[in-house]
C-alpha cells in the first residue's frame, strides 16, 4: 500500500509532494519557446468571441470554487472583465443573468460533481460559451462544456484536495494570460514578467517542502483546539477560505476565514485568550491595513500566526507571535505558494488527531448527487 502511496505515510501527503511536477505539467505546452505568450490551440473560444466577452461568471463547489476565486480576481485584475462567483448549489436557483457575452467558467477536478454540471448546464441554456477547468479528461463536465482546459495533476485520491487545486490555479493564470494577449490589456512585457514568474513557482514549493518542521510542530500546537480563524486581504482572503475549508475537513477543528476587515462586524466578539488566529499577509497592496487587523484580535489575547513575505517578518513579529515566510513572487501568483504551508497544517493537525487523513469522515472525493 506504500508503494502505490509512493512511500509516503498518505494519499494527500503525497499529492501535496507532487505539486511541483502538477504546476509543470499544467504549464507545458501552453507557454510558447519564447516564454513571452500563450498558445491555447485546442480552444474552441475564437479571438473574436473573446473580445466580445462582457462578463464571466465562475462556478464550482468547494476547493474547486475556492480556486475560482483567486482565478476570477486575477481576471479582474489582468483583462478588466466584471466577475461574479457562484457555488454550483445556488448557481441556478438565483436566475443569474446570463447572455451569449457571458463566458462562464466551471471548475471541478472530478468532472462529475451534480451541482457543477447542472449550472453547466443551465449556463449552456441559456445561450452562455461554458469552459470548464477539470482535471478528468472525458468526464461528464469535460464532455458537456464547449471547451476544457485540463489541469495535469494526474489522479487524485485522497478526499482533501490539494494538486488540484493549484493546478486550477495555474490554469486560470494561463487563461488570464491569453485573454489579456487578445484583449490586450497588458502589454507583451508585462505578459513575459508574469510567465517568468510562473515559471519559477514550482521550485519555490519544493523549498517549502523540504523544510516542514515549524508548520508540523505549528499544527501539533492546534491540534489541541477547537476554534480557530484565518484572516486575510484580498486574494490572502481566498486562501484562508481554502485554508480552512482544509483543515475543518480532515482535521474536524472547526474554523472560520474572515476577510480581515469584516472581523470588527461581529466576529471579533469570538476572539478570546489563546485562540488560534493564522493572519496571511502577502499582499503588499493591503499589508498595512491587515496589521492593524492583526492587532485588533491580539489586542483580544489571540495567538497569532502570520504567514508572510521574508522582508515583513521582522516587523510582523512586533504585533505577532509568530511569523512563517513564504518565497516571493507576484501578489497574483502568491495563493499558488501560500497555500501550500495550510495545506501541511491541515495534513499533520489531522495526523496529531489520529483521523483517519485520506477519507474523513462523512465525506465522498466525489459529490454526484445536488
Ligand atoms: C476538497 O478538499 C473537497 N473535498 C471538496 O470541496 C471538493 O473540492 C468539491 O467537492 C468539488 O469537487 P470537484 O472539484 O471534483 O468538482
Same mark, same amino acid.
Given at each position: ?27 507545458? !505546452?501552453? %507557454? ?17 468571441? $473573446? ?19 483567486? !482565478? ?9 472583465? &466584471? ?14 443573468? $446570463?447572455? &451569449?457575452?457571458?463566458?462562464? $467558467? ?95 513557482? &514550482? ?11 515549524? %508548520? ?17 486581504? !484580498? ?34 466578539? @469570538? %476572539?478570546?485568550?489563546? $485562540? ?28 497569532? @500566526? ?65
Amino acid at each position: 500500500v506504500t508503494a502505490e502511496k509512493g512511500g509516503f505515510a498518505h494519499f494527500m501527503l503525497k499529492e501535496i509532494h507532487e505539486q511541483p511536477k502538477a504546476y509543470r505539467d499544467t504549464m507545458l !505546452g501552453r %507557454i510558447d519557446e519564447s516564454g513571452r505568450r500563450i498558445v491555447l490551440p485546442d480552444l474552441h473560444l475564437t479571438e473574436d468571441k $473573446i473580445r466580445s466577452i462582457n462578463n464571466v461568471h465562475i462556478v464550482a463547489c468547494g476547493t474547486a470554487y475556492h480556486a475560482g476565486l483567486v !482565478g476570477g480576481s486575477v481576471i479582474e485584475r489582468l483583462v478588466r472583465i &466584471p466577475v461574479m462567483y457562484d457555488v454550483a448549489s445556488e448557481y441556478r436557483y438565483r436566475s443569474p443573468l $446570463i447572455t &451569449p457575452e457571458t463566458l462562464v $467558467i466551471v471548475v471541478s477536478q472530478s468532472g462529475e460533481t451534480a451541482d457543477t454540471l447542472a449550472a453547466l448546464r443551465e449556463a449552456q441554456a441559456n445561450g452562455a460559451h461554458v469552459l470548464a477547468i477539470t482535471n478528468v479528461v472525458g468526464s461528464s463536465i469535460a464532455r458537456d462544456a464547449d471547451d476544457v482546459i485540463n489541469t495535469l495533476a494526474g489522479p487524485e485520491i485522497a478526499v482533501a484536495s490539494t494538486k488540484a487545486y493549484t493546478s486550477q490555479l495555474i490554469a486560470f493564470y494561463l487563461f488570464s494570460l491569453y485573454l489579456a494577449q487578445v484583449r490586450g490589456t497588458q502589454t507583451a512585457d508585462e505578459i513575459a514578467h508574469i510567465i517568468a514568474a510562473m515559471h519559477a513557482l &514550482p521550485e519555490q514549493v519544493e523549498s517549502m517542502l523540504a523544510n516542514v518542521d515549524a %508548520i508540523k510542530a505549528y499544527a501539533e500546537h492546534i491540534a489541541k483546539h477547537e476554534d480557530l480563524f484565518f484572516i486575510g486581504r !484580498g486574494l490572502d482572503y481566498a486562501v484562508a477560505m481554502e485554508g480552512s475549508l482544509k483543515l475543518k475537513e480532515i482535521s474536524y477543528i472547526h474554523s472560520e476565514a474572515y476577510a480581515a476587515g469584516e472581523l470588527k462586524h461581529g466576529t471579533l466578539a @469570538l %476572539i478570546e485568550e489563546g $485562540i488560534p488566529v493564522i493572519a496571511l499577509a502577502t499582499q503588499e497592496s493591503v499589508l498595512e491595513k491587515t496589521v492593524s487587523n492583526i492587532k485588533e484580535v491580539k489586542a483580544r489575547g489571540a495567538d497569532v @500566526l502570520a504567514l508572510t513575505h521574508e522582508e515583513h517578518v521582522a516587523g510582523l513579529l512586533k504585533s505577532v507571535d509568530q511569523a512563517f515566510a513564504i518565497p516571493k513572487t507576484l501578489p497574483i501568483l502568491t495563493p499558488a505558494l501560500s497555500v501550500v504551508p495550510l495545506q501541511l497544517l491541515a495534513y499533520y493537525a489531522s495526523l496529531a488527531r489520529g483521523n483517519d487523513v485520506d477519507k474523513p469522515r462523512n465525506l465522498a472525493k466525489s459529490v454526484t448527487v445536488e
